[in-house]
């Protein structure tokens, strides 16, 4: 059972996250991605963000956590959502963009490697990944919940043959240059 299947920490995070959404880093994946692209998002969580992507995009909603799913569904029946692993992405249907909001970090390097590479084979022609990550250059673990940290330098370490890198930048959410997010366009 996952740190997020339980339904305690599902709330706990929900009340952490209070405040905070991803608005900001959907108006840069807007530049790259025209209107009514379809969208995948992986790990939505509370789905803060999936709203925000309903604005503008065809969306689909995933996450590995049920109980992040099952709480999302009784407050909205009609959008498209999938039990889905970011490492394994088993899923056929293929999407313009791939978005993800502080998610991917809960992956090993190797995973994330790993994940890149499926993700390559879920995305159209010329299609988007927009993901972000907390910067730094170290691997925690807390409650069982791994946690690795990127800068610019060691995620252009990840393998990136099958993309081109559009923008790797940092950014503030919750102290200052506390993240970083980047953009790559499938070749
Ligand atoms: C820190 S929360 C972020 C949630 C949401 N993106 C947000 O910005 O509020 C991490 C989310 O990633 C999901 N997650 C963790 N590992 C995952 C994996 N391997 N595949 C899919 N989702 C995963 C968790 O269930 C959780 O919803």
Known sequence: MGYFDEEKNVEEYI?????????????V???YLPEDSSVLELGMGPGKDLEILSETFQVTGSDNSLAFLDRYKTKNKTVDLLLLNAVEMNIKKKFDGIYSNKVLHHLSKEELKKSLIRQA??????????????????????????????TEKT??????????LLEIQ??????????????????
């Open 29 to 31: 994946l807007k530049k």
């Open 121 to 150: 084979a879920v995305l159209n022609k010329n299609g988007i990944l927009f993901h972000s990550f907390w910067y730094g250059d170290k691997e925690e673990e807390y409650s069982g919940l791994r946690f690795t940290y990127y």
């Open 170 to 187: 940092s950014y503030s959410e919750m102290e200052k240059d506390d993240s970083l997010y980047i953009v790559l366009r499938k070749n």
């Open 155 to 164: 995620f252009l370490t990840m393998p990136r043959t099958e993309y081109e």
């Open 15 to 27: 009340r952490i996250a209070e405040g905070y959404d991803g608005r900001e880093l959907i108006e």
